[in-house]
């Protein structure tokens, strides 16, 4: 008896000496990443961190209250990374945060699922922080103070001149390092790259405003991923009805004085 578990104890060494050899390989350290970020709401660590949460029936819409409900669906680590507090040339950063609005041209679940996907090429790589779907649920897929890879090739045109960032020698600058990126889970009729489709739920909207209202981002750093976009290939989010979001979030009055 005693031998037999002398031998689970070895193939248990084993494991976990195989385990630190496969490890896959650090890449070469970035400059001085960002550990904590002010202005942006905490990953809500919520009951139900399970996708299988994601099979549940919807809220009814009319019931909707506030908050939204919220399920943590965390991406897989290689599909984000650290925020930088210098750029690739040594140069320290200060931008203060925007938010970028995407939308998912898939389905929530297919989006959640790519994200939860290990992926080791760099050109693969693709979260957002956050997704809403069309019942109004709010899914915290990137923690804040991480860098979402949500854009590509991209340039913030704000009030303060352009404002871009590279931190990695492969790839165009983008505005990922001071992003906040929220996407909305599209329509049945807008699975596809037409230019329209039917838009978003009012509960889309009504969380949105409410995700954004936890953050101190001003109306004037709220942007889209179409608006940023230097590749000319972005046109997301589609049919978004900009009106209607900025009137529900000027409802908190917290936005207030967060207008410019
Ligand atoms: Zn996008």
Redesign the pocket.
Known sequence: MARRWIWVGLGGLLIVLLSVGLSPARAIAPPQPQLTVSHLSPLRTVAGADLNVLKAEPPDSLAQVAPPRQVTALADPSNYGDRYATDINGQVLHNDFIAVL??TVGSAQSALNLFRTRHPRDQDQVSYHALIGRDGTVYYIVPPEKRAF??GNSVFDGPNGPETVRTNPAFPPSVNNFAYHV?LETPGDGMNNRRSHSGYTQAQYTSLAWLLAQTTIPDSRITT?KAVDRSGT?M?PRSFDGQDFFALLRRYPTRSGLSS
């Open positions: 995407h939308e949500g854009a996407s991923h972005r997301d």
